[in-house]
């Protein structure tokens, strides 16, 4: 008999194994799993055995200035609240001395465009990425834009 007929006598015609599709299914995942395993090196591929090497390297040709710690007064006279604010400038290890030396015209800079700032500024969730964004550009422009590689916020509390 032929399928055609075992369904036309009322009989359930014979299931199709699911197997291989499961099977192939399975296969998959593990290969995809071992292969994500041995790339970032849990497995021994990759290049993890050279990453802490690499990393320490970077800080050789990095150096920090330290902008000395200021309070700022913000807000309205009716409601005067106090910003504390610390922060490091990454700079290159061959032009430390020339941002050392504008360093003044950083804190004056920095100093300025802090007290122009709104309270509802600072206290948006968001603010730190802005206001980290428009001091660099302001250092930037100070000290020139190849210079400072970042601006690294340290200290940032609204009392």
Do not use: C, W
């Amino acid at each position: 008999m032929s399928d055609e007929e075992e369904l036309a006598d009322g009989e359930a015609a014979p299931k199709k194994k699911k197997g291989g599709l499961v099977i192939g299914l399975v296969l998959a995942l593990v290969g995809g799993g071992g292969a994500f395993a041995f790339t970032s090196g849990m497995l021994g591929g990759g290049d993890s055995a050279d990453a802490p090497a690499a990393r320490s390297n970077i800080s050789d040709d990095l150096a920090f200035v330290s902008v000395e710690p200021m309070t700022v007064s913000v807000g309205q006279p009716s409601d005067r609240r106090h910003l504390r604010f610390r922060a490091e400038l990454e700079v290159g290890a061959d032009g430390k001395g020339d941002v050392e030396k504008l360093l003044p015209r950083v804190v004056d800079v920095l100093n300025t465009y802090l007290q122009s700032l709104t309270i509802a500024e600072i206290e948006d969730p968001s603010a730190l990425l802005t206001l980290r964004s428009q001091m660099r550009r302001r250092v930037d422009l100070v000290v020139g834009g190849d210079r400072v590689h970042d601006l690294l916020v340290m200290e940032f509390v609204l009392n």
